[in-house]
């Protein structure tokens, strides 16, 4: 189960503007550019940012107007006749760099650090990379969860949330990255088992 399984509905949502700005001229890959830009700014930002915690309320709008740049991305490559080998890799490496880059502001805050959050930013890289192989060994490309890319975004938009309106974290968050952690191990599992079992039917 994840909140990717949401994704129809919120296409279907956004399919109207995906039309007008396809016939306003807007790619793919400029939509997919312009969101990994915006997210490695605001992560650099963010970091600089610890001792001003309103500025990470940016965090969960973020989070959420991304993942309509990534549906939007999508649904005009495939929609609009705009895939294209160099849109497979932007749209891969943004999702990766551009995760890593939210995410690291809140090595600057407790009770969390460099290990815990980095071991989250490295475990969600090798998720996505595991996904992408489904497409290597003849299956489709994974999104398995628990915990993918929009739980993710779910789970980090949350705490954003949490730092930004002012309140400190409860002690039990220091276990948040090692939980974390494990369910995105667990994703990594399931993608590369489902993959199989996908590529053996």
């Known amino acids: 189960m994840s909140l990717y ?11 109207p503007l ?3 700005l396809a016939s306003g001229g807007v790619t ?9 830009l915006v997210s490695v700014v605001l992560g650099v930002w963010l970091c600089t940012q610890s001792g001003h915690r309103a500025w990470f309320l940016l965090l969960p709008a973020w989070f959420l107007l991304r993942m309509a740049f990534n549906a939007v ?3 005009l490559a495939r929609e609009h006749g705009q895939q294209s080998p160099l849109g497979a890799y932007l ?5 990766v760099i551009s995760d890593s880059a939210l995410y690291l502001p809140f090595v600057f805050i407790a009770p969390f ?17 595991a996904g992408v192989l489904g497409l290597m060994v003849g299956a489709s490309r994974r999104y398995d969860g628990p915990m ?10 949350a705490l954003g949330l949490w730092v930004g309106l002012g309140g400190a974290l409860p002690a039990w968050a ?10 995105i191990v667990l994703t990594i599992v399931n993608r590369v088992r489902h993959g199989l079992a996908e590529r053996a039917r």
């Open 18 to 20: 995906v039309a007008r």
């Open 148 to 157: 993918g890319k929009s739980d993710r975004a779910f789970v980090f938009g």
């Open 174 to 183: 220091v276990w948040l990255m090692p939980l974390l952690f494990v369910l």
């Open 113 to 129: 650090d460099w290990m815990g959050v980095g071991a989250v930013m490295l475990a969600a890289a090798v998720s996505e990379y």
């Open 91 to 95: 749209n891969e490496l943004s999702d």
């Open 73 to 75: 991305d999508g649904m």
């Open 28 to 36: 793919a890959n400029q939509v997919t550019l312009a969101a990994g």
């Open 5 to 15: 399984q949401l994704k129809p509905a919120f296409q279907g949502l956004l399919r």
